[in-house]
């Protein structure tokens, strides 16, 4: 479907400002008896709002596709994930007042790892989550999960056996959903109508211009957040922002605390991110052009590097393979002539195949026993863990590719960072 208004004040004033052609979804992983059958590529483009300066995609995939079928993604692989969600959920309950009478709501709640935390503290809790597949691990490791998506139905279902929330969060949800005028009605129905808070957590599109972190860019992703923006279409619910945290996870996030107008003091925090976004500069049509170019750029310099890895006989694969990574590697045209296979510690991705470029996906163990030259780390928002984790290959002289937001390769031995 293509969306030719602004999501959020239905302007028709768009501005194309990035185009990374077509792609298939990001997580639609195949199976081998999969490979032949024909794959959907739909367009990846970034648009801007002229009137309130929300960016979006121009195409919105239909989520029945994205989420459905077998979705690939666990959220609490990684020590960092687990320790950034312990430390969301604590930070909530401290900051707000809430105890074991509460309810908390997660929703797109994955495995449920936020809700554990949530759990750990004696809170009342329930998840939500399209994804059968997730829902699933969700639910053995003891978190109430609904399979579904956020809608009218999942309202009235948990109020009719828990009541109204006090707490609702979305960590990389609220950019994933079209329709954010039915979503915040949803909200306010749920939520405790005093003291009722409402927590989204997202990449902020100040570190995406910043940093160069275009891979973050796919179909499940439909909006590319800043605050500005959401002050004035929070005020038509009657609500609005009281609390903006920064947070490093996912190359630069920002947990942004929502309630209704004059529940709470609004925090200058608030004031100080929106000076920084009218710094950056994040509606002028030079820097979003000027981003063009410098993915541009870095698609050239990569493939370049990667061209003369393989001229001098080196084996290169991939370690890891986030849904970001595919964007990077359909859009740089990364396939089977460069790498050799792709590695990953989700279970639920190992034996399957990327998406548009059909590469094997395997276990981590395969680096050590295959010695690869080079490994292309997808990954890089969790670069430090995961190289920790892979000491072993760099002491045996493995070298890491990091592609973003500067092409950098990283040894052992000299423990070099050579800019490329």
Known sequence: MILNKCRL???????KFLD???????????KKVELNNSTVYYPLQVFSCSSCGFKQLNYVVE???????NYPYESSLTYQVKKHFDEF???IIHEYNLDKNDLAVDIGSNTGV??????KRKLRIMGIDP????????????????????????VHKILAKYGKAKVITGTN????????????KNIKNLMDKKKGIFVIEVPHFLHLIKYLEYDTIYHEHLSYISVIPLISFLKKFNLEIVDIKQRDIHGGSIRIFISGIDNYKVKKSVTKICEMENRAKLNSKKVLINFQKKVIQNRIKLTALLTKLKKDRKKIIILSAPAKGMTLLNYCKIDKDFVEYATEKSSIKQNLYTPGGNIPVYSDDKILKSKPDYALLLAWNFSKEIINNNIQYLKKGGKFIIPIPNIKIISYKKNEKNKN
């Open 9 to 15: 004040c239905n302007s028709k004033k768009l501005f």
């Open 173 to 184: 949800v609220f950019a994933h959903v079209n329709d954010l005028r039915l979503f915040l």
């Open 114 to 119: 936020l809700l554990s935390a949530f759990k």
């Open 63 to 69: 989520p029945k596709i994205l989420y459905q079928q």
């Open 89 to 91: 959920a604590l930070s």
């Open 131 to 154: 994804a059968s597949n997730i829902c699933k691990i969700a639910i053995r490791r003891g978190i109430p999960t609904i399979n579904n998506f956020f809608n009218k139905d999942t």
């Open 20 to 30: 990374l052609g077509f792609h298939p979804p990001s997580d639609q992983f195949k």
